[in-house]
Nanobody, 114 residues
Framework: QVQLVESGGGLVQPGGSLRLSCTAS????????MRWFRQAPGKAREPVASISSAGGSTNYVDSVKGRFAISRDNVKNTVYLQMNNLKPEDTAVYYC???????WGQGTQVTVSS
């Protein structure tokens, strides 16, 4: 079955960095685009970044441009989200998503606070 397992979340001070990982199984990872979403308390889930199947095309929501970077390793079946210069407003549960069947991971909590 399809599984997406996120890791790498945690508590970080403003200005700090985290790298999220999402390891996929159960489908041909290298054939599908991947996305990161986030959901803050009381808010709707929003897209953060996306990457094409081969990794040659990426897109970001305006609020994270220049601070976040999405990448993927099609040998390790893993997509990453490097998050730099984190701000309190980045606090949310972060989810990875595959365009194969619309599957979601379980989410990983990111908290940015001093």
């Amino acid at each position: 079955q399809v599984q997406l397992v996120e890791s790498g979340g945690g508590l970080v001070q403003p200005g700090g960095s985290l790298r999220l990982s999402c390891t996929a199984s159960g489908f041909t990872f290298s054939s599908y685009g991947m996305r990161w979403f986030r959901q803050a308390p009381g808010k709707a889930r929003e897209p953060v970044a996306s990457i094409s199947s081969a990794g040659g095309s990426t897109n970001y929501v305006d609020s994270v441009k220049g601070r976040f970077a999405i990448s993927r390793d099609n040998v390790k079946n893993t997509v990453y989200l490097q998050m730099n210069n984190l701000k309190p407003e980045d606090t949310a549960v972060y989810y990875c998503y595959t365009s194969f069947g619309g599957y979601w991971g379980q989410g990983t909590q990111v908290t940015v606070s001093s």
